[in-house]
């Protein structure tokens, strides 16, 4: 299985891009799919999780109200929504998948056994 992201770029303060990480590949041992994020000279860290199912969507609170997870089954595709972008948000954006079905242990990186590659986004002011 691989996952590829994509959908970054540089947008002013305010803004929203939409991220999109596909899976290829077998993704039948995967439970939940992952966002993290790493901002430069910071430890990366959890923005928001969901089951491929859909539902079970988890967010780091900071995330809430302004970012959204959403996953498509049929195109082995997860989404996340970025509203009302802030020069704070710039950074790395990861997604991972995990087999971990244990919602809140989905903050952790360690839980996580594939990961993207990362999509820069850049918020200017």
Do not use: H
Not at 15 to 38: I, K, N, V
Not at 101 to 110: S, V
Request: one cysteine or more; charged letters at 20%; glycine letters at 10%.
């Amino acid at each position: 299985v691989q996952l590829q992201a994509s959908g970054g770029g540089l947008v002013q303060a305010g803004g929203s891009l939409r991220l999109s990480c596909a899976a290829s590949g077998r993704t039948a041992s995967s439970y939940a799919m992952g966002w993290f994020r790493q901002a430069p000279a910071k430890e990366r860290e959890f923005v928001a999780a969901i089951t491929w199912s859909g539902d079970g969507a988890y967010y780091s609170d900071p995330m809430k109200g302004r970012f959204t997870i959403s996953i498509d089954n049929a195109k082995k595709t997860v989404y996340l929504q970025t509203d009302s972008l802030e020069p704070e948000d710039t950074a790395v954006y990861y997604c991972a998948s995990t087999s971990n079905p244990i919602r809140p242990a989905w903050r952790r990186e360690g839980v996580y056994e594939l990961w993207g590659q990362g999509t820069q986004v850049t918020v200017s002011s």
